[in-house]
């Protein structure tokens, strides 16, 4: 048993590549940078469609320009103050590092070369951000809410940099934040040790000590957590989970996920050209057994989900209008002349994909479809989207950030610019729909810009070569005394400063 | 040392460093046929174009085969194993934390299962189908059959979980884990250092379980082989003769036919040693300890080049010096070999 002050959890760490906020884009660095970092403005945790000042106490639209108020007295762990070239440096220095995440940054048009003009220091406490995409204040805001625009200590940062790395290889293992947790030791793939923050402008968390360890097994996390040695285990199988179902000292916390599966069509792969057929995708989209997959194969994980915007995004479609018929499918089929299908699947050799794929090649098998299974490691998988040389793939969707358009920006949008977006990947050219995309991009009013997105989702779940097909929920397993854990639907959005025990 | 021993010692330098040349050649040619793309592995499938141009250009991917092998090949020369891609730590102090644990584990293991197995042999051999032989089979049979994945979640289960008689996972509780100063790397030394009360015996309720299993593994293998050479020797016609002249069964096991086969034994020692040395990473995963098992499979999951040579070097190393030292014990405990 650990100290009341001290909260414990087993997950997996093995993930983490950096914990610098400009470079890392995994799951659980994303979630650290939550504890232990602030943005200007954050999602809130219980709406969070609606945004709350964080570091910023204010702020004020313009033509492509915003206008942030510091809060006033907010000061990083280190004691230092908030200041206007704090926001600027860490903005200027994600772009200028250019690591995974800083696409995200780049869709407000800046780059290593223009975006220290974009960054204007007004006076002590105020900041101006320009763009120059055009993108509407709505979400250039949400934007900014992604983790890797979450705000450094400068004097700390730079005073840790070696040549030009901007305090990179310092940042991978120590914090410089502002956020309820600053990082007392990170052990590579064993543990990352937390401490309170008290004076961070979001308030002192309950707990003094944040451990997160590495337990790779998910078999001994379980134990773990049902002996009490750990407060919270992560990543159980349903297995697991159904064991300590009779276990008094522990219980179920369920979360949505953003996470969406789908099964995508190379229409640019050449060589099979029923894969550009839209009645092969319409054909489809009655061939998989959702319920089977969601309700008993993988029991408890998921959701049937169909269209691209999950379920606790601002107009996420939630009707579910597909469901398995074989005999519809091959009507389908005949109606098109599509006989003798072949299809070469390629999914991650990692579960859960391995048996979504089977459940695929039997249903599909029904309709005369024969889905040859192909599993790869994913960064294998990854390569063959990019480079659109494979023919079929089951693939995970996590928006980069709160807002539709990191998803419908992916989906629904191929400009003629040549940007390689998942509809360029499966070779879909849709002039009309890219343009509906930007102008929901541009689009402030929130209503109007849901009714867009209603319409792009609705379009793409009726015919694309997409099957959307399910949402991933996250179940962790906490002691029964735990209380005020919290975690919101995006990928970042874990809560631990509430957290007693 | 005799000038012979340190004849045979020289001579061995040139063969280590052959072998470990060979080994890194082999190791980066597998390394760079693998269809993973090291870059997307970092940066992810979102990443930019640019991001990905920048990440490859970075981690040296963009220059040819040779080109990376000779960057390579000069730096470790200088004793330099490169910068971890998935810790982002250089290699040598990842290197550093997590071999010493491995050794630690796999030595104890060694200490146990090999002092038991070869008693446990001995003893079958001295009572042939008596009750003891059947259980050093039964034992011999299960330390090399059962998987010690699923050994170390059922012990878990019944002495951790339930009966609550040794520690978890980890190599410390957390009470212990992030004050102590790991200094050498080896838990037993320096929780005995640190003079915090009950942190060596926190350390030891943690080390029993994974050594006792890996030992199990040990202790399978050395029985089973170890008597198989006794076995052998059992018929021979010294052995007779010694019978014949009037010594006891014993004696003639013990002084006649032990040293007939101890450098048999040592050999099967030095290699079951080596195993453990790069095989206990599921023992690693199950017990959640740092390793150099673990280290190097989730680097291979990872492409993770720098770290991958780094610990096969390591692990190569290991086996080469390992063997050599046995060669030589073997010359030392045989003169019949050459």
């Known amino acids: ?501 | 040392m005799s000038g012979n021993t340190l004849r045979v010692l020289i001579r061995g330098v040139p063969m280590l460093l052959a072998t470990l040349g060979a080994l890194l050649l082999v190791t980066f040619t597998l390394s760079s046929l693998s269809p993973i793309d090291p870059a997307l592995q970092l940066i992810g499938d979102h990443a930019s174009a640019s991001t990905y141009i920048q990440v490859r250009h970075e981690l040296g991917l963009d220059a040819s085969w040779s080109r990376q092998l000779g960057r390579y090949l000069v730096a470790v020369a200088h004793g330099d194993l490169g910068v971890s891609r998935s810790t982002g730590q250089p290699v040598r102090d990842d290197l550093e934390r997590v071999f010493p644990a491995t050794i630690e584990l796999a030595t104890l293991a060694l200490a146990l299962g090999g002092v038991g197995g070869i008693a446990l042999a001995l003893l079958s051999v001295r009572y042939p189908n008596a009750l003891v032989d059947g259980f050093v089979r039964v034992i011999s049979l299960a330390g090399n059959s059962i998987p010690v994945f699923w050994l170390g979640l059922i012990a878990l289960l019944v002495f951790y979980a339930r009966l609550h008689w040794v520690g978890g996972t980890g190599r410390l509780s957390d009470a212990f884990e992030y004050t102590i100063e790991m200094k050498s790397g080896f838990v037993l030394l320096d929780a005995w250092r640190s003079s915090v009360p009950g942190a060596l015996a926190d350390a030891v309720a943690h080390l029993i379980l994974p050594v006792l299993i890996l030992a199990s593994y040990a202790l399978g293998n050395v029985t089973r082989l170890t008597r198989s050479a006794l076995k052998g020797e059992a018929g021979k016609e010294y052995v007779t003769l010694a019978r014949a002249k009037g010594a006891g069964r014993t004696r003639v096991l013990l002084w006649h036919m032990a040293p007939n086969v101890s450098g048999f034994a040592l050999t099967v020692l030095a290699l079951t040693y080596a195993n453990l040395l790069e095989g206990a990473v599921l023992i690693e995963t199950v017990f959640a300890r740092p390793g150099i098992g673990r280290y190097l499979t989730t680097a291979l999951f990872d492409a993770d080049m720098p770290a991958i040579l780094g610990a096969t070097l390591l692990i190569g190393a290991c086996f080469v010096v390992i063997n050599g030292l046995t060669d030589l014990a073997v010359k030392l405990a045989d003169p019949r070999i050459e």
């Open chain 1, 1 to 501: 048993m650990n100290p009341p002050n001290v909260f414990v959890t087993a997950q997996s760490l093995d993930d983490i590549v950096s914990l610098d906020p400009a470079e890392g884009f995994e799951l659980s660095s994303q979630q650290t940078f939550t504890a232990v970092y602030q943005r200007l403005i954050q999602p809130d945790r219980d709406q969070p469609a609606r945004l709350d000042p964080s570091l910023a106490a204010r702020w004020t639209a313009g033509d492509h320009v915003l206008t942030f108020d510091l809060r006033e007295n907010a000061v990083f762990s280190s004691g230092n103050p908030v200041r206007p070239e704090d926001v600027i440096y860490s903005l200027s220095r994600a772009v200028k590092l250019n690591r995974a995440p800083a696409f995200i940054l780049n869709q407000l048009g800046w780059t290593a070369a223009n975006v220290d003009a974009s960054l204007v220091k007004d006076d002590p406490h105020r900041v101006e951000i320009h763009w120059t995409a055009e993108l509407g204040t709505a979400l250039v805001l949400n934007i900014l809410t992604s983790p890797v625009a979450s705000i450094v200590d400068e004097r700390v940062v730079a005073a840790h940099a070696l040549d030009s790395d901007a305090g990179n290889r310092w940042l991978k293992i120590h914090s410089a934040g502002s956020g309820p947790f600053k990082i007392r030791r990170y052990i590579p793939r064993e543990a990352l040790v937390l401490d309170a923050n008290p004076s961070s402008p979001a308030g002192a968390p309950r707990i003094n000590t944040l451990i997160l360890k590495n337990v790779p097994d998910a078999g001994t996390r379980r134990l773990l957590v049902e002996v009490g040695d750990v407060d919270m285990a992560r990543d159980l199988g349903p297995d697991q989970i159904a064991a300590l179902g009779a276990s008094r000292s522990v219980k179920l916390l369920e979360f949505p996920s953003a996470t969406i599966h789908y099964l995508l069509f190379n229409t640019a792969n050449r060589d099979n050209p029923a894969l550009a057929n839209p009645a092969l995708w319409e054909a489809a989209r009655w061939l998989i057994d959702y319920r089977g997959i969601a309700e008993k194969l993988l029991r408890g994980q998921f959701l049937v989900h169909q269209a691209f915007l999950a379920e606790g995004f601002p107009g996420a479609l939630d009707d579910t209008p597909y469901h398995l018929d074989v005999a519809r499918a091959k009507q389908i089929l005949v109606r098109a002349g599509l006989a003798n299908v072949h299809i070469r699947l390629s999914v991650f050799n990692q579960p859960p994909f391995g048996d979504i794929a089977q459940s695929l090649q039997a249903t599909f098998a029904q309709a005369g479809i024969s889905l040859d299974i192909l599993p790869a490691e994913a960064s294998e998988v990854y390569s063959q989207v990019r480079s659109r040389s494979e023919e079929a793939v089951w693939l995970y969707w996590i928006p980069d950030y709160f807002d539709a358009n990191s998803t419908a920006g992916a989906f629904a949008f191929d400009p003629a610019d040549g940007t390689k977006t998942l509809a360029w990947r499966a070779g879909w050219h849709i002039p009309g729909l890219s343009a509906l995309t930007r102008a929901a991009a541009l689009e402030s009013d929130p209503q109007t810009r849901i009714s867009i997105y209603r319409n792009i989702q609705t379009e793409v779940q009726r015919s694309s070569p997409y099957v959307i097909a399910l949402q991933a929920r996250t179940g962790i397993v906490v002691r029964s005394g735990v209380q005020g854990y919290f975690q919101g639907v995006d990928a970042d959005m874990a809560y631990y400063d509430r957290v007693s025990k």
